[in-house]
């Protein structure tokens, strides 16, 4: 497994990007990056946002935390890399958590409607916002088959038993008027 995703999208994980090289010396790391065709001409001099263009995804989803990779040489046949990287967590706090939490209220804000003339309507709403969310726990977040539970799976639950006592209330308040 890649790293614990709980956290998701605030998580970070250490990534090790081994350069093997069977049954050669390579020396040492920097030479055996400099010779690999690669745009690592200097290693030693590159800032964050080189090492960022290079070992990171165009999609800016993650994002390179340390300043440049640390070099591991474990063996002579081998270079390896080590360096910190996290998500982007802002992309899904505004397109899944926001959107969810606006849902959520004009669920929320249909027990404004007057609860005699109009309770087919705020049923409605309400079972729409709940659809909407039931549809949005079935998202594939991209994280893979997860055993366990992470936050988002709770917030939405809470949300659904919050959208479910405003249905109760709402039918309630039908039968007393």
Known sequence: ???NFRKYP?????VKLSLRVAKTNIFNCKDALRKSKTLWEDIEGMSNSEWDAILMPST???TLLS????VETPDPSTCTLVFTIRRNWLIFTVKTVGI???VVYAGIFSLFMHPKEHTGDRCAQILVAALIIMYQM???LGLGDL???IWFDYFNLYQMILLLICLCESVYVHQLA
Do not use: I, N, R, Y
């Open 147 to 149: 055993q366990h539970l």
């Open 100 to 102: 969810s939490v606006l």
């Open 10 to 14: 605030f998580d970070k994980h250490t």
């Open 67 to 70: 300043e440049a990779p640390t």
């Open 1 to 3: 497994m890649f790293g």
């Open 138 to 140: 079935q998202q594939d």
């Open 60 to 62: 800016g989803e993650w």
